[in-house]
């Protein structure tokens, strides 16, 4: 019979508890060009953080009401004889709004930073303000893969 043992590199079996995913994530935002890391520090929920979780439970709910409004109104045209109705669209700038609040939700914290003269403290609302800012895009795409990198979250990845 042939041994169907794996080698992972490990003479021992580590402990899975330590593979749970942490709570936060303390990310420091990098230069957007040097990619070096910045003094500005953001802390993350993580996957199962309770706010992440019922964050992810309202965008659930959300998109779920969203397609059962555009089902009845497939059907009620259908009942009616009429064309059926186009999906909504939804602008360029709702979208990035919608996506920056969306990820804001997860952001819990972040250290002060001044911004062109002007200090900015954290609280959501700033969180949302920065990330749906287009001339930082980049900030939302740090803080995107950052919140969606789950292995980040883990303990022994995270450098924790």
Not at 18 to 46: F, M
Not at 63 to 83: G, H, L
Not at 96 to 114: K, Q, S, W, Y
Request: hydrophobic share 40%; no cysteine.
């Amino acid at each position: 019979m042939e041994d169907m043992t794996i080698d992972t590199g490990f003479d021992e079996i580590a402990d899975l508890a330590d593979l749970t995913y942490a709570d936060t994530l303390e990310y420091r935002v990098k230069h957007p060009v040097s990619g070096a890391e910045t003094t500005w520090v953001w802390t993350i929920a993580g996957p199962a953080h309770p706010i992440a979780v019922a964050l992810n439970e309202k965008i659930e709910r959300r998109d779920q009401e969203e397609e059962s409004k555009f089902t009845q109104a497939r059907i009620a045209a259908a009942k009616a004889n009429k064309p059926e109705p186009k999906r909504p669209n939804s602008s360029h700038s709702e979208r990035a709004a919608r996506n920056a609040a969306d990820l804001a939700g997860r952001v819990l914290h972040f250290t002060p930073i001044t911004l062109n003269k002007e200090l900015i403290e954290y609280s959501h609302e700033a969180a949302v303000k920065l990330l749906s800012d287009q001339s930082k895009d980049w900030l939302f795409g740090q803080i995107w893969n950052a919140v969606n990198s789950k292995l980040g979250f883990i303990k022994n990845s995270a450098g924790t």
